[in-house]
């Protein structure tokens, strides 16, 4: 089972937003299991919204995501996405000793670049693969990205963060998906929004198939 574990430290990343349009993906690539660690349970809230019966969910917390987790691995789940809590550098760490990859989405702006720190100090401590999303960034105009996503990767780059090619654009498209219990793969399937979830990932999918699974 390859666990994408979606983890910083700081709150309003958009974490949530990309564990529900992961997970659609995911399931198209064999069983997934969304898991909501997160107590705000926003990924819980688009999945009562779903009508489609997967990907599965579960709520999870300190005390409980190592069994569901187990349990997950023995019924053949293939993909397992977390939605961790922002707060909770103890779970994190746990989650990230755990994970095929942790993915750390970062706004292009000075309070999520500055957070990216303990987030990568945390994984370069656990020896754990980390890679950043450029996300909830201005749309790329005239297929070139927008100076402030350039600065931003620049810093990540020289922080030596891993960065994704690409970004996850803010785009009205990903909202109205989730409002209506989709992803935005399912809800605009040839918009640009879709395509850049699906390039992210795929991404993140080959970053997972390279290391060795975890127990």
């Known amino acids: 089972m390859h666990v994408i574990l979606i983890g910083t430290q700081k709150g309003g990343s958009g974490k949530s937003t990309l564990a529900a349009h992961f997970g659609a993906l995911a399931e198209r690539d064999g069983r997934t299991l969304l898991i909501d660690a997160d107590p705000q349970g926003s990924l819980a809230f688009w999945h009562r919204r779903r009508e489609a019966k997967t990907p599965l969910l579960a709520k999870a917390d300190g005390n409980s995501i190592a069994g569901i987790l187990d349990a997950a691995e023995a019924e053949g789940i293939a993909w397992a996405v977390i939605d961790s809590p922002p707060h909770n550098a103890a ?3 746990s989650l990230m000793s755990r994970a095929s990859v942790t993915v750390v989405p ?3 702006g000075p309070f999520d670049l500055d957070a990216v720190a303990a987030t990568l100090a945390m994984a370069r ?4 693969p980390i890679a950043c999303i450029i996300n909830a960034a201005p749309p790329i105009t ?11 990767r620049a810093v990540l780059t020289d922080m030596g963060a891993p960065v994704l090619p690409g970004q ?8 109205h998906a989730l409002i209506s219990g989709q992803s935005v793969n399912e809800y605009d399937p040839e918009g640009r929004a879709a395509s850049e979830i699906a390039a992210m990932w795929s991404a993140v999918t080959e970053l997972a198939r390279s290391f060795p699974r975890k127990p």
């Open 142 to 152: 005239r297929e070139a990205e927008t100076a402030i996503v350039a600065e931003a």
């Open 168 to 175: 996850v654009s803010q785009r009205a498209s990903l909202s």
């Open 91 to 93: 779970l994190i760490a």
């Open 125 to 128: 401590s656990l020896k754990a």
């Open 106 to 108: 970062v706004r292009p």
